[in-house]
């Protein structure tokens, strides 16, 4: 694979213009992407396609600003009409809107808001609805500004019912269960929507979150709760009795739990059985997202009723394609109002997208059983790390028999906590690092520096991380399926160095 090497700034791995990961090769990189630095925005072309605008979608744009004269606008792309219609409501009339292509609309405002132009990029980002880089090479295609596609394997006829049938087979439910969407985020969003419509029709209004949640999760839960909604949080995940004394609390003004399991980036496993029973009995939704170790690794569809997980994650096992589902538990007394509510609100897959989902998913479970068993014995060789403090996975958290497929490792995802200095090791692994995981290559990320910049850089941020136990030095490490030898040797000099 040629993974286990340096990787220059901005530079992409798998050599696809479609891959989601660009590299971030030093903390004083990370640092500059946060802060916008020219430096290292330039080097961008690409990059994890919901913060980083891909040179196609770029070009696309100037392409379509010019064609509609709209010089001096902040524009972004989105992929349906329902993302625009929710736009509009969310962000008010001063957003514009223009059907540039089939399916495919340019939102715009005036730049020189920048309040409402922060807002609207946030949006997208939040909602998952923006289109991605197959699209937009397609429509550049189309226009005459790009020569030829880039090739690559897929599968051509009937992706989209195969897809769903690998997930339903491995989530434990029928193809008709499973919608598949553009992206992760948008199936948490349209999943939150569906679940936020129907318990406002029942006059439930009180919303649980257990655990740290993915930022942009949170992010939909504070940003489109209504003012007559509540969100609380529950962050120790394995004190069940105080959550289920919370739930009683909110009596039959509970209107859903939402949980992460395993979680990110702690990843542990609470009670979900117990708490689901709890949930259910009072009449609660039950929002599960087993992203950190997948629908692969683990089995929480009984404990839900709802279902949500990225499928850029280990389904995506080449790292170069954005996508998410959806699942509703057939045998929850929602689902008729669900599977309703969220075929309304999620944005379907690109053609694209899914035709090469579908290839990737003929081999990707031998795959992430080679990543499940590396991330295993990595895990083993690290807690007898001498530069190594804590250590988090899947098959060291309490209760992970509760949801773990069977006896055998349990994800790829693995979080650090360090003795020696985090930015010399960071600096120094020869490894790709930037945001994501479960992909076939090994991948690495200072995970409260890229999800929570403004809390880990000002000492109040830093003392609420600490009240939630969470330390801002965290190393997030998603474990590739390169010859096992090799790859510990690799973190074994990085973590040497980090302490001599």
Not at 36 to 48: E, F, I, M, N, T
Not at 74 to 102: I, K, M, N, P, Y
Not at 152 to 165: F, G, H, K, N, S
Not at 286 to 292: E, G, H, K, N, S
Request: charged share 25%.
């Amino acid at each position: 694979m040629d993974s286990l090497r340096h990787f220059p700034l901005g530079s992409r791995f798998p050599d696809s213009p479609h891959a989601v990961i660009s590299s971030l090769p030093t903390m004083e990189d990370v640092r500059g992407y946060e802060e916008h630095d020219p430096r290292v925005l330039a080097a961008l072309k690409s990059g994890y396609p919901r913060f980083v605008v891909h040179e196609y979608v770029q070009r696309l744009v100037d392409f379509y600003v010019e064609r509609a004269e709209l010089v001096g606008r902040t524009v972004v792309l989105v992929d349906s009409r329902r993302a625009v219609d929710d736009a509009v409501t969310f962000l008010g009339a001063s957003v514009g809107e223009l059907l540039v292509d089939f399916g495919v609309y340019l939102l715009h405002c005036d730049v020189a808001d920048q309040g409402l132009t922060k807002r609207l990029k946030k949006f997208v980002q939040h909602t998952g609805c923006g289109v991605y880089s197959r699209q937009a090479e397609d429509l550049l295609l189309k226009h005459g500004l790009l020569d030829e596609l880039f090739f690559e394997p897929t599968v051509r006829e009937d992706a989209l019912p195969q897809v769903q049938q690998v997930l339903a087979r491995q989530i434990g439910c029928g193809g008709a269960d499973v919608l598949v969407c553009t992206s992760g985020m948008n199936a948490f969003y349209a999943g939150f929507r569906a679940v936020q419509e129907s318990q406002r029709a029942r006059g439930r209004t009180a919303w649980l979150q257990l655990g740290w949640l993915y930022l942009d999760s949170g992010c939909v839960l504070k940003e489109f709760l209504g003012e007559d909604e509540t969100l609380e949080y529950s962050y120790d995940v394995f004190d069940a009795d105080a959550i289920i004394a919370k739930l009683r609390a909110y009596g039959d003004s509970l209107a859903a739990v939402v949980v992460e399991c395993p979680s990110n980036p702690l990843i542990r496993v609470c009670e979900v059985h117990r708490i689901a029973a709890v949930v259910r009995e009072l009449g609660g939704v039950m929002v599960v997202d087993p992203t950190i170790a997948s629908v692969f690794n683990v089995d929480v569809l009984p404990c839900a009723d709802l279902l949500i997980t990225s499928l850029t994650k280990y389904a995506a096992i080449e790292g170069d394609v954005m996508s998410g589902a959806l699942a509703v538990n057939p045998h929850s007394p929602f689902y008729s109002e669900l599977i309703e509510g969220v075929s309304r609100f999620h944005v379907p897959v690109y053609d694209r997208d899914v035709e090469r989902l579908a290839c990737e998913l003929e081999y990707a479970l031998g795959v992430i059983a080679q990543m499940n068993a590396n991330a295993s014995r990595l895990c083993a060789f690290l807690k007898g790390h001498p530069a190594v403090e804590h250590i988090y996975c899947a098959g060291c958290s309490a209760h992970i028999e509760e949801v773990a497929k069977s006896d055998r490792p349990v994800g790829a995802v693995i979080s650090i906590e360090l003795k020696g200095d985090m930015e010399r090791f960071y600096d120094s692994i020869r490894l790709m690092k930037g945001p994501s995981f479960g992909a076939r290559f090994t991948l690495l990320c200072p995970f409260m520096y890229l999800a929570h910049y403004d809390l880990v850089t000002t000492g109040e941020g830093r003392a609420f991380l600490a009240s939630v136990g969470l330390d801002p030095e965290l190393i997030r490490i998603s474990v590739g399926a390169e010859p096992y030898a090799e790859l510990q040797q690799v973190f074994d000099e990085a973590l040497t160095a980090s302490i001599d």
